[in-house]
């Protein structure tokens, strides 16, 4: 055929040559930003959200220049381009109001990684604590939250920065985690509050939160208060300081079943609801 030449065939060649090496370098950069990740200092594996967005934003600029390469190289593709871009208005029009969310997600993910409302490993809580989980990647595009269930969420990077967002990590990883319970009015309430105070400031994952002012005037590492009178219980609270947010689940889970054994051993009554019911006849 005629359009079978060495000219056609040489193009083609520079074309596909150019789009493999455009692969191997994406293929390249972002292995080189994984194995960086790997052999980093430890400040780099608590924070890598700099890291991996640059990686993101460095694959995604390789492709882009390597296919516009890969089309200025041809002759008869550049002048197709050229054509497209001169008379396609309508499609252009059409291309901008499309990309609008692209570019929306884009300048969204630079926003994030630049102010840090969280970070990578964040624990937060969004969407009236429907949705919750550790932040494990931020792209160009979406933010990804893995739940405890294991599950992946995919937020368009838009949508979570108008999001009001919960973040346990954010500046102080500290949790003051909260141990309440209800006791009967029958129940020894000193005797309550000091089996209560021996359990969690005897747990291995209590740490002491207190201010010096607070050292100071002789406030116990865990205070622990009457903080209402119920229908059918006296409620206690301990305000307990734990290292994060995984402590503080697990050190709430051990405290309630300790409490649950020492209160039955010393006659102290969890309560649960009463009805009476009067049948007329």
């Not at 550049?78 to 929306?104: D, K």
């Not at 346990?168 to 990883?173: R, S």
């Amino acid at each position: 055929m005629d359009f079978i030449n060495s000219d056609n065939l040489l193009n083609v060649g520079i074309f596909l040559g150019i789009i493999l090496v455009t692969l191997f370098s994406a293929f390249l950069v972002n292995r080189f930003f994984s194995r960086l990740f790997r052999n980093s200092s430890q400040i780099i594996k608590n924070d890598p959200t700099n890291y991996k967005f640059l990686r993101h934003a460095l694959v995604g600029l390789v492709y882009i220049v390597g296919f516009s390469i890969a089309i200025y190289a041809v002759p008869d593709l550049r002048t197709l381009a050229s054509s497209l871009l001169a008379g396609a208005g309508i499609l252009a029009v059409a291309v901008g109001f499309a990309s609008q969310h692209a570019l929306s997600n884009i300048i969204s993910g630079v926003f994030i990684v630049v102010f840090k409302p969280f970070r990578i490993n964040d624990r937060l809580i969004l969407r009236d604590k429907t949705i919750s989980g550790v932040v494990e990647d931020i792209t160009l595009r979406h933010t990804v939250i893995r739940d405890f269930e294991n599950r992946r969420v995919v937020i368009p990077n838009s949508i979570i920065s108008e999001e009001l967002i919960v973040n346990a990590d954010l500046e102080d990883e500290r949790i003051l985690k909260w141990v309440d319970i209800g006791i009967s009015y029958e129940s020894d309430v000193k005797l309550a509050k000091q089996i209560l105070f021996e359990l969690t400031t005897n747990h291995p994952l209590m740490i002491d939160g207190r201010t010096p002012e607070q050292l100071e005037l002789g406030i116990p590492v865990v205070v622990i208060r009457v903080i209402s009178l119920g229908e059918f219980s006296v409620n206690l609270r301990a305000w307990v300081w734990v290292r994060n947010n995984a402590d503080a689940f697990a050190l709430g889970c051990d405290v309630f079943e300790q409490i649950l054994e020492r209160y039955q051993e010393a006659g102290i009554e969890i309560p649960y609801p009463h009805r009476t019911i009067v049948q007329k006849s």
